[in-house]
């Protein structure tokens, strides 16, 4: 298929003749077209421009004119990019959220050894989650066509177990994976497959874990699908003799002669936060289901599945999830919840009890039922629906929590440690 390429004159008048107040010079420190994968497409159109400059950096993006003038035009971000031909300022970092979300993550930093910054947009391929795509010029990026396979995770553990952090560092990871194809970028070792017409992330897994962390999280996805939650599918393959969990890809969906992308964002882009200690403060449930009901074209039923969410965490003691995770998704012009993907027990001592990372209700982020229960309203919940949707979670987890990690493979001196924080 051959991609049109822009004309220069179909972007805003503003921006081919700049006034000095408002220019989007090409001398820029960053200037980068920004593409997007239109709803059950593979290909990528021009959107927009982005541009980065000035010290500290400060981002402006602008929608082009004629991706405007589309009828099939979408959103970037339902809140904070909606479609305008208005020019945005950046916010966090000098950047836009659903910018942020399309870059380059710790794991691909770590492994190609650069600095973090707006750089990774033009590095960023279409690999990455979501539906966005960088580049210096016109010409669209071409979807990705070929992936590993998943007979590939043993030579790619191979390569992993072969090289020292430091020459992973100097050395690019990804020249030694199977006909160069790079991993997902992640806080650890992760890369994409292919399994039919399905794409999976491989997650290869962490030293120094209290207990099996891949076949502990595999089994926590299978009950919150047991409490009547939307978790993504998981498996695990063994791999030179170590447990790698398999999560599905929902962003990607096989349309004939290639995968279809879904827009995604991530919680900080919906909360217009980011991920430092000052921003921590406005981590909250409560915020975050403010934000869904504006952005959703189902509330009711997300803010439903996202006080579920809630209410599994704290019955299994998730404390560390916080608003880094992709928590909306676009498969068509809509924005949904998106498939809870990384709900795992947070490892407690014995008898010890700890607090969420995010805001859960009025007295805080004491994750205790009448804390949670006090802000259902935020949800769109009354009181007692709000009760039947806790005890009903609470119940199913504390009635089925270890079988369904022995089912898994967890062992019972895994399930001992895992009881701290679930069998309560």
Same mark, same amino acid.
């Given at each position: 298929?051959? *991609?049109?390429?822009?004309?220069?004159?179909?972007?805003?008048?503003?921006?081919?003749?700049?006034?000095?107040?408002?220019?989007?010079?090409?001398?820029?420190?960053?200037?980068?077209?920004?593409?997007?994968?239109?709803?059950?497409?593979?290909?990528?159109?021009?959107?927009? !421009?982005?541009?980065?400059?000035?010290?500290?950096?400060?981002?402006?993006?602008?929608?082009?004119?004629?991706?405007?003038?589309?009828?099939?035009?979408?959103?970037?971000?339902?809140?904070?990019?909606?479609?305008?031909?208005?020019? !945005?300022?950046?916010?966090?970092?000098?950047?836009?959220?659903?910018?942020?979300?399309?870059?380059?993550?710790?794991?691909?930093?770590?492994?190609?050894?650069?600095?973090?910054?707006?750089?990774?947009?033009?590095?960023?391929?279409?690999?990455?989650?979501?539906?966005?795509?960088?580049?210096?010029?016109?010409?669209?990026?071409?979807?990705?066509?070929?992936?590993?396979?998943?007979?590939?995770?043993?030579?790619?553990?191979?390569?992993?177990?072969?090289?020292?952090?430091?020459?992973?560092?100097?050395?690019?990871?990804?020249? *030694?994976?199977?006909?160069?194809?790079?991993?997902?970028?992640?806080?650890?070792?992760?890369?994409?497959?292919?399994?039919?017409?399905?794409?999976?992330?491989?997650?290869?897994?962490?030293?120094?874990?209290?207990?099996?962390?891949?076949?502990?999280?595999?089994?926590?996805?299978?009950?919150?699908?047991?409490?009547?939650?939307?978790?993504?599918?998981? =498996?695990?393959?063994?791999?030179?003799?170590?447990?790698?969990?398999?999560?599905?890809?929902?962003?990607?969906?096989?349309?004939?002669?290639?995968?279809?992308?879904?827009?995604?964002?991530?919680?900080?882009?919906?909360?217009?936060?980011?991920?430092?200690?000052?921003?921590?403060?406005?981590?909250?449930?409560?915020?975050?289901?403010?934000?869904?009901?504006?952005?959703?074209?189902?509330?009711?039923?997300?803010?439903?599945?996202?006080?579920?969410?809630?209410?599994?965490?704290?019955?299994?003691?998730?404390?560390?999830?916080?608003?880094?995770?992709?928590?909306?998704?676009?498969?068509?012009?809509?924005?949904?919840?998106?498939?809870?993907?990384?709900?795992?027990?947070?490892?407690?001592?014995?008898?010890? =009890?700890?607090?969420?990372?995010?805001?859960?209700?009025?007295?805080? !982020?004491?994750?205790?039922?009448?804390?949670?229960?006090?802000?259902?309203?935020?949800?769109?919940?009354? !009181?007692?629906?709000?009760?039947?949707?806790?005890?009903?979670?609470?119940?199913?987890?504390?009635?089925?929590?270890?079988?369904?990690?022995?089912?898994?493979?967890?062992?019972?001196?895994?399930?001992?440690?895992?009881?701290?924080?679930?069998?309560?």
């Amino acid at each position: 298929m051959v *991609t049109k390429r822009a004309r220069p004159d179909s972007w805003p008048a503003s921006r081919a003749r700049p006034h000095a107040s408002n220019r989007f010079a090409m001398t820029s420190d960053y200037d980068r077209f920004v593409f997007v994968a239109l709803p059950g497409r593979s290909e990528y159109v021009v959107a927009g !421009r982005f541009r980065m400059s000035g010290d500290p950096p400060m981002g402006e993006f602008i929608y082009g004119h004629s991706y405007l003038s589309r009828t099939d035009a979408v959103e970037l971000d339902p809140v904070h990019l909606t479609l305008s031909g208005r020019v !945005r300022k950046g916010s966090v970092d000098g950047l836009f959220g659903a910018i942020r979300d399309a870059r380059a993550s710790s794991w691909g930093r770590f492994v190609k050894g650069r600095q973090d910054g707006a750089e990774y947009l033009v590095q960023s391929t279409t690999d990455y989650g979501g539906a966005l795509a960088f580049a210096r010029g016109l010409e669209a990026p071409a979807p990705k066509r070929r992936y590993n396979a998943v007979g590939d995770l043993v030579r790619i553990k191979a390569a992993l177990d072969a090289a020292a952090p430091e020459e992973q560092r100097d050395a690019p990871l990804w020249e *030694t994976l199977p006909q160069g194809r790079r991993p997902v970028e992640a806080s650890a070792p992760r890369v994409i497959v292919e399994d039919g017409r399905t794409l999976w992330i491989a997650k290869f897994p962490q030293d120094g874990m209290i207990w099996n962390q891949t076949r502990v999280r595999h089994a926590t996805l299978q009950l919150a699908r047991n409490c009547g939650l939307d978790a993504v599918p998981s =498996r695990i393959e063994v791999v030179r003799g170590e447990d790698v969990l398999l999560v599905r890809r929902y962003d990607r969906a096989w349309v004939g002669d290639g995968y279809a992308c879904s827009r995604l964002i991530s919680g900080f882009t919906l909360l217009g936060t980011g991920d430092t200690p000052t921003a921590e403060h406005d981590w909250s449930y409560l915020t975050l289901a403010d934000q869904v009901r504006r952005a959703s074209s189902h509330p009711r039923e997300d803010l439903r599945e996202l006080f579920g969410r809630l209410c599994f965490n704290a019955a299994i003691s998730y404390l560390t999830d916080d608003p880094r995770h992709p928590i909306m998704v676009a498969k068509g012009t809509g924005w949904r919840l998106a498939p809870a993907s990384s709900p795992a027990p947070t490892p407690l001592a014995e008898g010890k =009890r700890g607090d969420f990372t995010m805001i859960c209700g009025p007295a805080g !982020r004491s994750p205790n039922r009448e804390n949670i229960l006090a802000g259902a309203g935020r949800f769109l919940l009354d !009181r007692a629906a709000a009760e039947a949707i806790f005890d009903r979670i609470s119940r199913i987890v504390q009635s089925s929590w270890y079988d369904a990690m022995r089912s898994s493979g967890v062992s019972v001196n895994d399930c001992d440690l895992v009881g701290r924080s679930i069998g309560r």
